[in-house]
């Protein structure tokens, strides 16, 4: 993940369009991951997993649900970025 995007578009089940911020990047195990937080001046923050494969012709990510990985990816971006809370 060499270059941080400034915003990704996630598509919902719903096919309804969402803008996230990108906030920090960070690589675990091998997988990228995204903290980012909506537009719409909610302050919802999410993490975001990259589970593309290598035909894919861009960056697939689906959000982290399980509960170990979630809290592996947010004690490394707490680390990441100290100042800003993340409960």
């Known amino acids: 993940m060499g270059n941080k ?3 990704i578009t996630f598509v919902t089940e719903n096919n309804e ?3 996230f911020e990108v906030i920090e990047q960070t690589r675990l195990g091998g997988i990228d991951y995204l903290l980012v937080c ?3 001046g909610s302050d919802e923050a999410l993490i975001l997993k990259d589970v593309s494969v290598d035909t894919d012709p861009e960056a697939v990510y689906e959000v982290v ?3 170990k990985e ?3 990816a ?7 970025i100290d100042d800003i809370e993340l409960n």
């Open 5 to 7: 995007p400034d915003s």
């Open 17 to 19: 369009e969402v803008i």
């Open 65 to 67: 649900e399980d509960e």
């Open 38 to 40: 909506t537009t719409d």
């Open 70 to 72: 979630l809290a592996a």
């Open 74 to 80: 947010l004690d490394i971006f707490k680390e990441l």
